[in-house]
């Protein structure tokens, strides 16, 4: 039988820049699939009239199956204060499939 493939993302959160810290976004991610997976990321963020403002990785990282875990990664660029929508692809081979990649929204505020 082939393995079953489905990383599902549970919720995430997004911790915005201040002076003193850059902006962290942070997904709770499950693996509910048969196989291991390596899940990596990009974002982008887009202010309120919906133009790019900044883009970025996250770094990828190893779920095996059932597993649950948070994956974060940071943005260290200068962001004026506003309403913002973070849209993350992640994305995983599958053998023997294309590789899929499940898109998520996060709207955050920097104040």
Not at 68 to 89: A, C, F, H, N, Q
């Amino acid at each position: 039988e082939g393995a079953e493939y489905n990383v599902e993302i549970m919720g995430g959160n997004i911790l915005s820049p201040s002076k003193s810290s850059e902006l962290e976004i942070n997904l709770d991610l499950r693996n509910r699939g048969s196989a291991h997976v390596k899940v990596r990321g990009a974002f982008a963020i887009l202010n309120a009239s919906g133009s790019l403002a900044g883009r970025g990785k996250i770094q990828e990282k190893r779920y095996l199956p059932d597993q649950r875990d948070i994956m974060s990664d940071k943005w260290s660029g200068e962001l004026p204060p506003g309403t913002y929508t973070s849209v993350i692809t992640l994305s995983y081979e599958r053998a023997g499939l294309g590789p899929t990649s499940p898109v998520y929204e996060l709207p955050f505020v920097v104040k």
